[in-house]
């Protein structure tokens, strides 16, 4: 699962800290020390209208997360999670990546300091609607312009989180990264979250970030299959959330964002989530809708203005706490990276420990 966030403004400022849907097995826990492993397995039956031929996927998680207390001020702590995959199509280099790794700093109340591989501050501005377990992002990520994008989990960052009476701040670095284009980039995330309003939390968070590519003889950087690699870029988003999601009762959140590539070209993004958990929090049904804007025609292969629009939809029924049975369907209206007539479904198990 992407991201089981939003159990109010501190999970999103440890969003970077999160097993991200895997619960975890402490191997070892004092007053001074924890350590946890943490994984998932996942299987899933898929089907879609650009491949007629049902598909049964095994992919896995595992890593360790580690936490010693260094005196009263501060702890230190580091963590580490692989994604796996069995997949015989892929290169054996492709089968084990590193999802996170990271070490830092805990400052108790005045923050936290994280160096290494994770989301990027600006992400927490848009990761209210980051629910699905397979896909959406339909009108965010897909702005990201790269099939690897700007965004997403980077190599070479420094992030600083902190909240303070409902007050929420995150700001990051990117140091130089070969496989991304960037040279650099920086950017950050404020937000506010009303502790109940009729009964739940109430969030607001703004967020921007800046990247700075490459030097190319290209103005843009270079162009391959509709994308722009090593450009300079800016964006921005706003976004807010009722409820928390995976809780009993309902959940809603809307992300707008706005993206420049260059200068010159300019796209906006419309995402909006809504999902209601069962009052044992047995069963969640959601449902996500985006839609991304492109200004410019040209920076669609297909030169559309609209880069992507679609309704995906999650029923989760958790079976046991750290098993889940899902069904994740999902409505293609307009994408420049796949068919448009395409929709896809997928049946699948997670276990997570």
């Known amino acids: 699962m992407k991201t089981n966030l939003l159990a109010g403004a501190a999970v999103m400022a440890s969003a970077a ?29 898929s089907n879609n209208d650009a491949d007629s031929v049902h598909r049964l996927t095994q992919t896995a998680r595992l890593g360790a997360y580690g936490k010693t207390k260094v005196n009263d001020a501060f702890s230190v702590y580091g963590k580490i999670l692989y994604d796996l995959s069995a997949q015989e199509e892929q290169n054996a280099g492709d089968r084990i990546n590193i999802r996170y790794g990271f070490a830092g700093f805990d400052f108790n109340d005045y923050g936290t300091l994280t160096f290494g591989r994770f989301e990027d501050a600006y992400y927490k501005s848009t990761s209210p609607t980051d629910l699905m377990i397979n896909w959406g992002d339909g009108g965010v990520a897909y702005w990201r312009l790269t099939p690897n994008d700007y965004g997403g989990r980077r190599d070479g960052q420094v992030l600083y989180d902190v909240n303070y009476q409902g ?45 700075s590519g490459y030097e190319s003889n290209d103005r843009y950087g270079y162009r391959e299959n509709g994308y722009f690699y090593g450009a300079d870029k800016h964006e921005w988003a706003i976004s807010s959330y009722w409820g928390t999601y995976g809780a009993p009762g309902l959940y809603t959140a809307l992300v707008y964002n706005y993206g420049k590539l260059d200068h010159t070209y300019a796209g906006r993004g419309l995402e909006a989530s809504v999902a209601y958990t069962t009052p044992e929090a047995a069963w969640t049904f959601m449902a996500t809708y985006g839609y991304l804007h492109n200004k410019e025609k040209k920076l669609s292969r297909n030169d559309k203005s609209v880069l992507s629009s679609k309704l995906s939809a999650d029923i989760i029924y958790n079976l046991t706490s750290n098993f889940q049975i899902y069904t994740e369907l999902e409505r293609r209206y307009e994408s420049v990276v796949l068919d448009e007539s395409e929709n896809a479904a997928v049946l699948g198990l997670i276990y997570n420990f």
Request: glycine fraction near 10%; include cysteine; proline fraction near 1%.
């Open 17 to 45: 800290l999160s097993c991200l849907g895997a619960e975890a097995a402490t191997v070892y826990s004092d007053d001074n020390v924890t350590f946890d492993l943490i994984g998932r397995v996942k299987v899933d039956l």
């Open 167 to 211: 007050f929420f701040l995150s700001l990051s670095y990117q140091f130089r990264d070969v496989s991304k284009q960037i040279d650099h980039s920086y950017g950050g995330t404020f937000g506010y979250e009303y502790e109940s309003v009729l009964g739940k939390p109430l969030g607001f968070l703004a967020g921007f970030n800046r990247y």
